[in-house]
């Protein structure tokens, strides 16, 4: 399972389940809600996000390879998002491991923790598994955007 991470300069963060593996087609399909052709994504190196740039109609795709030693290119970089993997990965360990079937609900709650500043469990219970209707039309939490589709079993 792959989780696609997206974060806007502004700090605006979407976190996306994808089913299986992280192929242009999932990435596409992801990218689509959040990307269009005016946007300016900036990447790894990955091959798949390249051609997922492509297929969505991104106009202005800057891919860094880090193994050539591009960190920066003049103001682009992906320092925010590898910056908020570590902090995902870091509030996920007390954990001890999240049930693939619910990681979308954690992906929410990390988000809207970040947001909100210690989100209280209690408070983030009532947001991600309160109420089934609570959801937008399109699976995503009306309070934050998480896309909270693409998983099976998932409300």
């Not at 994808?18 to 091959?47: H, I, K, N, Q, Y």
């Not at 202005?60 to 995902?88: C, D, P, W």
């Not at 408070?123 to 589709?149: D, F, I, M, W, Y």
Request: glycine share 10%; aromatic share 4%.
């Amino acid at each position: 399972m792959a989780v696609l991470i997206a974060r806007s300069r502004s700090g605006e963060t979407r976190a996306v389940v994808l089913p299986g593996t992280a192929t242009t087609e999932a990435l596409a399909a992801a990218l689509r809600g959040l990307v269009d052709s005016t946007s300016t994504l900036c990447t790894d190196g990955s091959s798949a996000l390249k051609a997922a740039a492509q297929a969505v109609g991104v106009r202005k795709h800057v891919a860094l390879v880090a193994a050539r030693g591009e960190r920066t290119r003049g103001i682009y970089h992906v320092q925010s998002v590898n910056s908020y993997q570590g902090r995902l990965k870091q509030w996920l360990a007390p954990f001890r491991g999240v049930a693939t079937r619910y990681l979308h609900r954690y992906l929410a709650w990390h988000v809207i923790h970040e947001r909100e500043l210690r989100l209280a469990p209690r408070a983030a219970r009532r947001v991600l598994v309160g109420n089934a209707t609570e959801l937008a039309a399109a699976g995503c939490c009306p309070n934050c955007g998480v896309a909270l589709g693409g998983v099976r079993g998932a409300r």
